[in-house]
């Protein structure tokens, strides 16, 4: 063979041998050409199971109108509560709170153990406290009876709630001398924060709702709402479910005003009800000088009035304007609110006539 011969040759087989290792890549798997590589999990999103008490209870949240809403500190919010001394007394100690009713002759306590007790005043002094039959004794707390003696609301966390504490509703039964088997109030009194308490003032048909929904430690929302007479829901058809979360968590008061004709007329009797609050001596008259606290007073019972008047402008003022009314009753309220703690403070110094 000759030499340009075998060059063609040459060439012609490397020619064949490499048509070969194409046609030999081009059978192996696409996979066995590519590089190895792990393949990744897929991300799996970790899913909250919700208590199908809450989605029962978002179908049948109580309409209520919330015409006022305040953030005090958690130890003694009851003292901020304006209630009618012709509906009862409300104390707290270390943020457990007492009920004494317009009589004066029946008291509810939460105990150091979180359970409630009653006792009754006889013979000029109390009676020694006994547990309550019928709620049961662990972690009830906070108790409010209805001046018909027999309804009573209070706080609980356990099995029935939701989350922390709830409020629930019992009535007492006189034949079994006890409270019948106690009742979840449901939206917007339940959620998944704690719920401390609850009370209806007759005399000036408002209510009282106290939660620590959204707020910082140690503090919480005291709520003024206008009670229904019979009980009104929303219709869940007529609302998205957000819209019905919000309404549950009351995430903004405005929206449970309507036309707004209701709630002035409420925000009305609350400034009458925090006018007496301010106003009210203790019982007994005390000796001594009063003219530093009836100079305090009248100084608190100010502050109230340009409060009340400011809450009411705020429903119809611009955006621009509530941003800076916003701050101005915020800060107004604490200032109120030490004010009126001072004044308890220096009462309770003054030494009172036998």
């Known amino acids: 063979m000759s030499s340009l011969s075998n060059k063609l ?49 978002l179908s049948a949240i109580q309409h209520i109108v919330f015409i006022d809403s305040i953030v005090v500190d958690k130890e003694h919010y009851m003292s901020l509560i304006p209630l009618s001394t012709s509906i009862g007394l409300l104390t707290q100690d270390g943020g457990l709170g007492t009920f004494t009713n317009e009589m004066g002759d029946r008291r509810l306590a939460t105990t150091k153990d979180s359970s409630i007790v009653a006792c009754d005043f006889i013979a000029g002094e109390w009676s020694e406290p006994q547990a309550i039959t019928g709620i049961g004794k662990d972690h009830a707390i906070n108790p409010f009876l209805m001046p018909d003696g027999i309804t009573l609301y209070f ?9 922390g504490y709830d409020i629930f509703v019992t009535r007492y039964d006189r034949e079994r001398n006890a409270f019948l088997k106690p009742e979840n109030l449901g939206m917007p009194f339940a959620s998944e924060a704690n719920d401390l308490f609850f009370a209806i003032d007759e005399f000036h048909d408002l209510g009282y ?31 998205s479910d957000q819209k019905l979360r919000q309404l549950a968590a009351i995430s903004r008061i405005s ?17 009458e ?14 000796s001594g000088d009063m003219t530093e606290i009836v100079g305090m007073r009248q100084q608190a019972l100010a502050m109230q009035k340009a409060l009340d008047k400011a809450r009411v402008f705020y429903a119809t003022a611009s955006e621009s304007d509530r941003q800076t009314l916003r701050k101005e009753i915020l800060d107004n309220e604490k200032q109120l609110e030490m004010l009126l703690l001072e004044i308890r403070e220096k009462e309770k110094q003054i030494p009172y006539s036998e």
């Open 9 to 57: 040759y040459m060439c012609g087989a490397v020619r064949i041998s490499l048509m070969l290792v194409i046609m030999l890549l081009s059978l192996c798997p696409v996979e066995a050409q590519r590089k190895t590589t792990t393949p990744k999990k897929p991300v799996v999103e970790e899913t909250h199971e919700e208590d199908p008490r809450i989605t029962e209870m």
């Open 209 to 239: 709702f106290v939660s620590d929904r959204r707020q910082p430690k140690n503090k919480v929302c005291v709520y003024t709402f206008i009670p229904q007479q019979s009980r009104q829901v929303y219709k869940s058809e007529n609302y």
């Open 155 to 163: 706080a609980q966390k356990g099995e029935k709630s939701i989350g």
């Open 255 to 271: 929206d449970t005003w309507g036309d707004g004709k209701q709630r002035k007329a409420a925000l009305a009797r609350l400034g």
């Open 273 to 286: 009800a925090r006018t007496q609050m301010v106003l009210n001596l203790p019982l007994d008259m005390p």
